[in-house]
């Protein structure tokens, strides 16, 4: 009996985590290494969740493959949009915010006109997860999975590959980095493409989940926002993680003893006590720490 | 233009509000080490901007080996081969002291292959701190760094920015002594803007002196020896 409680309690865990983690990654990254807000990335959470309906609808391809479709699909996207538009905004913040909004809109009231108000379901894969006397469902722990996994790959990139400790570089000084010659446009291209295929990604995985329509990138996407701004842009390997786990620690007892509604309440409840005491989130709290004791250490 | 390394001709930049340099001139030969020295705030480091396109041109014109640079990227410069050690050194606290290093690889991308067998050999202490956070290294050991890493990259020009402020003079001494080195046995072209007067009379073969961002004289070995001379260009 204690240990189902505890089972239950682990599965709400996991799944809850997983669910901040797919949806805030993409934004995350491009948020601590662009430094800007893609208030469009709901709609490329959309867009991958469209993809994989038309390749599984109508191009009859195993799940699998529509996830990969719904990936690269959105990271290229992302590519030519960084190219085209988003670069133009890199000096003006407050710009980037009015053109990623505008093609949030866009993309939306596009989707709507070519596809109509809803688009054909996928079916959530049934795998049923017996322990003891509860049942779990094998594709949402699977999800969790995925959500680590992407994490594990996300940290591989940075910190161990010679683009990644770049960018790394770029993060803390980019006019030092350029000036070695390391070239940060490249890297503000491919974050961005990253970022974007994160959030098809996530539209596949989620899209057996829900019913697709046009406006669906606003349920992630608020949850999304609270991950962020509780993680910090100061390092999005930390932040994410970190704040994924604290927000579900919160989040999933709620959820499921009074239902999603209170859950969200619990986040964004959550989500100001953090900011108001960590104003930089989880991820620029060890950031400023580290600082203090390198600081300590530099003294002459 | 000559034939020189560096070629700047009545260059002219600032910072928005108004122009700091006012026109400068100056050519560096291959091998040599110029020193560019001034008061505080006459526009060394804004010089040393300029040159390496942090800055914009307002007018005038930068050669590099012979071609003309003023409307490249910091990011192409390097590329050419300019290393660049900014004052304040400018080294990327969480990254480890080998990461620093090799984000100096993508400097002068016509070199053969990377130095860090020169660097390591010029600095030990890198080598043995070689998975320690920069950041949490002293003042001297960050300005090692910050020269290991432009010298990385195998650079065809070194541009270094007032390496001796608030550094341990032992310190001062081992990277004057590197400098040195490297410029007798690789050839290296550096300009180096100083106000110790010990390090410039030690490395620097001529030298520049510079007021409101205008050069105000050209001085010789000789000149550069004779600590008055020198007094008298960098007092207040
Ligand atoms: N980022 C900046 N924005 C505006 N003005 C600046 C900036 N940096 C420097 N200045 C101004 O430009 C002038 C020249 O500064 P610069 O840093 O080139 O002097 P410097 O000769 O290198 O002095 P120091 O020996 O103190 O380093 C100064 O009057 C300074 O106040
Ligand atoms: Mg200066």
Redesign the interface.
Known sequence: MGLDVLANLLYQFADNMAFLLLAALGLMIILGVIDVINLAHGEFIMLGAYLTALSYNWGHLPLPACAVVSMVGVGLFGLVLERTLIRRFYQDKLGALVATWGVSLILSQGILIVFGPSMAAVPFPQWTLTVGASSFDGYRLMLFGVAVGAVAVLWWLLYHTRIGVQTRAAMQNAEMAACLGIRIRRIYLLTFAAGSALAGLTGALYAPTTTIVPLMGTGFVDVAFITVVVGGGANPIVGALTSAAVLSVISAPLASISGTFIGRIGLLVAALVVIRFLPQGFSGYVRDLQRRRMGAAAAP | MGRGVLDVSNLSAGYGSGSILQGVTLEIGAGEIVAMIGRNGVGKSTLMKAI?G?LPATSGEVAFMGQPITHL???QR??MGIG?V?QGR?I????TVE?NL???E????DKRGTRYDIVYAYFPVLRERRRQ?A??????Q?QMLAIG??LV?APRLLLVDEPSV?I?PTIVLEIGEVLEKINAEEGLTILLVEQNTRLIARLAHRGYAMDKGRIVARLGRDQLTNQDMLVQYLAV
């Open positions: 390496m942090v990227s910091p990011e390097a590329a660049y900014p400018e990327f606290p969480e990254l990461e090799m984000m100096g993508t400097i002068n991308r956070l950041g949490t290294f002293s003042g001297g960050q890493r432009a990259g608030g341990q």
